[in-house]
């Protein structure tokens, strides 16, 4: 093999190693497989947010990497990945655009969800931080049960 042959094929050797680290960090994450829904959000002035149907705020964390959230009445998608343990990394969001109702917790989540930055499950809930402002969500396993 010439040189350039090689400094090739080390880096896809470099390159499919990191992703694999990075999808074995994700698997044993806790996170990977998993769907939660919203219990409350905590601001950075300490003022609680809960929603009126915890069905309605849900984030699904796929095997593969993607991940949906359903935001009251709009779906977003991206993806994830852990990047250190109790570190999360989303990419770029996508969402449907509806205008949700009186009382909807949406705008407060599309302002702030998408900048966590940590997680932690503790005592069988997920709880993510990190944003620049303060605050936390407070997350518990999926019910399943299906929106009135």
């Known amino acids: 093999m010439k040189g350039g042959d090689v400094m090739k094929l080390m880096l896809v050797i470099l390159s499919v190693a990191i992703m694999s680290a990075s999808s074995a ?5 806790g996170l990977s497989g998993t769907t939660w829904q919203l219990v409350k959000f905590q601001g950075p002035d300490e003022r609680v947010f809960t929603p009126d149907d915890k069905s309605k705020y849900t984030v699904s964390f796929g095997r593969s990497g993607g991940v949906i959230a359903t935001i009251d ?8 990945r852990v990047t250190a343990p109790g570190q999360l990394k989303f990419g770029s969001w996508s ?8 009382g909807s917790l949406h705008d407060q989540i599309v302002r702030e969800g ?18 620049e402002s303060g605050g936390y969500y407070e997350l518990e396993p999926w019910s399943g049960a299906k929106r009135q």
Request: charged share 15%; proline share 0%.
């Open 73 to 80: 009445c709009n779906t977003a998608r991206s993806t994830w």
């Open 114 to 131: 998408a900048a966590v930055r940590n997680f932690q499950i503790k005592d069988g809930h997920l709880f993510l931080s990190g944003m």
């Open 25 to 29: 960090q994700n698997s044993t994450s």
């Open 95 to 102: 969402r449907t655009s509806a205008k949700c109702g009186n």
